[in-house]
C-alpha cells in the first residue's frame, strides 16, 4: 500500500533483469473491507534506457480503476527491463485515499518459435515454457 505517503503519485514496478516483451499488465487493486479509495487512474511505463515513458496506445479495461476486482492494461508490444504503473492518488479522499495492490502479473504472447499447432486429431501441446495468455 501507499499507507499516509501524501504524494500525488505513487508508483509500483518490475525489474525483468533482462529484455522482456510486455504486451498485457493485470493488476488487482484492494479496497481493504472499504478503507482504501483506491486510486484516481494509473498508468503503464516503461523504461527507454535513462527516463521512464508512458507505454503508448495502452488501453485500460475498465476504463476507470477498479476495487477488488481485474485491472487490465493492454498495449502493443514494447520491449523492456522495468516497467511501473504509476498511479495518481485520490487526495480528497482523506484518510482512505489509499492505494492497495494485491498483485501485478505482465504477460506477453510465447515467440512464434514455442507456438505449436493442434492437428484435428491430437491434444493441444505447448512447448516447455510457453503457456498461452490467460482469458480475461
Excluded at 485520490?90 to 493442434?118: D, F, H, N
Aim: hydrophobic residues 35%; positive net charge.
Amino acid at each position: 500500500t501507499n499507507y499516509k505517503s501524501g504524494h500525488a503519485t505513487d508508483w509500483l514496478g518490475v525489474d525483468f533483469g533482462k529484455p522482456t516483451p510486455v504486451q498485457d499488465v493485470r493488476i488487482y487493486l484492494s479496497g481493504a473491507g472499504g478503507n482504501y479509495a483506491g486510486p484516481a487512474s494509473y498508468v503503464l511505463q516503461y523504461r527507454t534506457g535513462s527516463a521512464w515513458a508512458d507505454v503508448r496506445g495502452q488501453v485500460h479495461t475498465p476504463a476507470n480503476p477498479a476495487l477488488d476486482d481485474l485491472n487490465r492494461i493492454t498495449c502493443p508490444t514494447v520491449v523492456t527491463t522495468k516497467i511501473r504503473v504509476l498511479f495518481r492518488n485520490k487526495l480528497s479522499a482523506g484518510p482512505y485515499g489509499y492505494v492497495g495492490v494485491t498483485e501485478l502479473e505482465s504477460w506477453a504472447p510465447p515467440a512464434p518459435a514455442q507456438i505449436r499447432t493442434q492437428s484435428p486429431r491430437a491434444p493441444a501441446a505447448h512447448a516447455a515454457g510457453a503457456l498461452p495468455l490467460p482469458p480475461k
